[in-house]
């Protein structure tokens, strides 16, 4: 159990320098896994990926609508922003209008992840904030839902109170996994984080992509209304020329990353959900196991392939921009067809 599969080969020349194990598994609409790399039943972290469904709850019950928050406002709550003007602008927007204080996050000041990035290059040796913490987005919305179900806004980061008690039973409908089996630690931005089955996480993002197979029928709803969010505004999901900013712009494509090598997808015409997470928790592996999880499984998407490829391709890059070696795809998917 909880093993896994080598996934890609990284050369220094024509030498074999490093090896990148992982998960992958991707459902089909009943969520039957139908393809698998190592262990689909691994206990897995979502992370940031659970964001686009820990966030519903406040679509759920129209808390955004009674602050006056815009749809393209609201898709930030799914996001880990990179801290451009635009991303600390939105916040500072849905802050004001819900009368949120940044006193009340409980993560630490940041920086901007964008301080050498287009136009934010300016921001560089700003002071730091906790609005610039690419986690912020999410943390509004769950001081929303904390407060709107009656709770201690201050308290919305703690596992016992009923904003997190809400986020632990949406979390569990869309993963189709009980409450009680959950593993739960503590997040890098200090909220709870919850461990699922890799299957369960694959069977998440199929019910966004599927939103009619999802198994309560006000979070369908809610994910009715949110999801289009996400592909009309996908740069609030990261930022600029990052990689679910690319994805999200197909409106066939719903996808988010987690910290520490998890990645999700959902393919809405295809009505699949994928999930898969690196091991060792390289982060730059995405793109290329993105690309070659999609040529197994036949998706054909030039556009999105080309733009993948933009973002990294399967070259190692040394110091001084100088291409030393190459990235492998090696894994071959077990198919349960």
Not at 70 to 85: C, D, L, P, V, Y
Not at 237 to 243: D, E, K, L, Q, Y
Not at 253 to 269: Q, T
Request: overall charge neutral.
């Amino acid at each position: 159990m909880n093993k896994p599969a080598l996934l890609l080969g990284e050369y220094r020349g024509e030498l074999l320098d490093l090896t990148h194990y992982g998960y992958i598994t991707v459902v089909d609409e009943k969520g039957k896994v139908i393809y698998s790399a190592g262990d689909s039943d691994a206990m897995v972290y979502y992370r940031s990926a659970s964001k686009p469904i820990q966030c519903l709850p406040v679509i759920a019950r129209d808390i955004d609508k009674k602050y006056g928050i815009t749809e393209k406002e609201s898709a930030i709550f799914a996001g880990s922003h990179m801290g451009e003007k635009f991303h600390i602008d939105t916040l500072k927007s849905i802050f004001k209008k819900a009368d949120l204080k940044c006193d009340d996050l409980i993560m630490k000041p940041a920086a901007p992840s964008a301080a050498y990035a287009n136009e934010d290059r300016i921001r560089e040796g700003l002071p730091k904030n906790k609005l610039y913490h690419n986690c912020s987005g999410k943390h509004a919305a769950l001081m929303l839902t904390q407060r709107e179900m009656g709770g201690d806004v201050k308290d919305y980061w703690r596992i016992d109170s009923i904003c997190q008690q809400e986020v632990l039973r949406t979390m569990s409908v869309f993963s189709e996994f009980p409450e009680e089996k959950v593993i739960i630690g503590i997040d890098g931005c200090g909220v709870p984080v919850f461990a699922y089955p890799m299957k369960n996480i694959a069977i998440a993002f199929k019910n966004l992509a599927c939103i009619d197979t999802i198994k309560d029928d006000i979070l369908m709803e809610a994910a009715h209304k949110f999801v289009p969010r996400m592909n009309k505004a996908p740069e609030m999901i990261r930022g600029t020329g990052s990689r679910c900013t690319v994805l999200n712009a197909d409106p066939n494509i719903i996808a988010k990353s987690g910290a520490n090598g998890v990645y999700c997808i959902g393919l809405k015409k295809e009505r699949i959900g994928i999930a898969f997470k690196t091991v060792d928790g390289n982060m730059d592996l995405i793109p290329s196991l993105v690309r070659e999880i999609f040529n197994q499984i036949g998706y054909i998407n030039p556009e999105i392939d080309k733009k993948l490829e933009e973002i990294h391709s399967n070259t190692v890059i040394n110091d001084n921009g100088t291409p030393v070696g190459s990235f492998k795809p090696v894994f071959k998917f077990e198919k349960h067809l």
